[in-house]
């Protein structure tokens, strides 16, 4: 029984890595599992380092950031969806912003918006910015800073 669950959690991580409660969940959904046999098996993953939250985090983290300009608030989102504790969500997020700053992201994510939807001429679509940023996960403080800096650099490019 013990090879067979196993076997199993390989099948799933080789797909896609996995937090330890997202694979606990899916070995325990098979029907013909132990769930005795589950906490073996993840107790000797965890000891070879095949199941590590704290990596899992951040890796997932850095390559949320890394592909897409997202903030802090939607990588911790994503990651508690994959059923990571909040502490490690904490720290592999807040290591992962404090390398990459959160100020160089947002920038990335605004110059990406200028380039496809071009720069906020009105009020509307200043909001409709504002809202795709916080979507993106920023915080409102940050977001409302870099538009208003936005809005003082196309008044000086008008004179």
């Not at 403080?141 to 936005?150: E, G, H, N, Y």
Request: net charge positive; proline share 3%; charged share 35%.
């Amino acid at each position: 029984m013990r090879e067979k669950v196993t076997a199993a959690a390989f099948r799933i991580l080789a797909a896609r890595p996995q937090s330890e409660r997202q694979l606990r969940d899916r070995l325990l959904a098979k029907p013909w599992v132990e769930p005795e046999a589950v906490e073996q098996c993840i107790a000797r993953l965890k000891e070879l380092g095949y199941v590590n939250d704290d990596v899992f985090a951040r890796n997932y983290a850095s390559s949320r950031v890394g592909l897409k300009a997202v903030g802090r608030a939607r990588v911790a989102r994503e990651l508690a969806g994959k059923k990571v504790s909040r502490d490690t969500i904490e720290e592999a997020v807040g290591s992962i912003f404090d390398e990459t700053g959160e100020e160089s992201i947002i920038d990335r994510a605004i110059q990406k918006r200028i380039r496809t939807h071009g720069r906020p001429s009105d009020r509307g679509s200043a909001k409709r910015m504002f809202d795709h940023l916080a979507r993106l996960g920023f915080e409102y403080s940050l977001i409302v800073r870099k538009l208003q800096a936005l809005k003082a650099h196309i008044g000086d490019d008008d004179q």
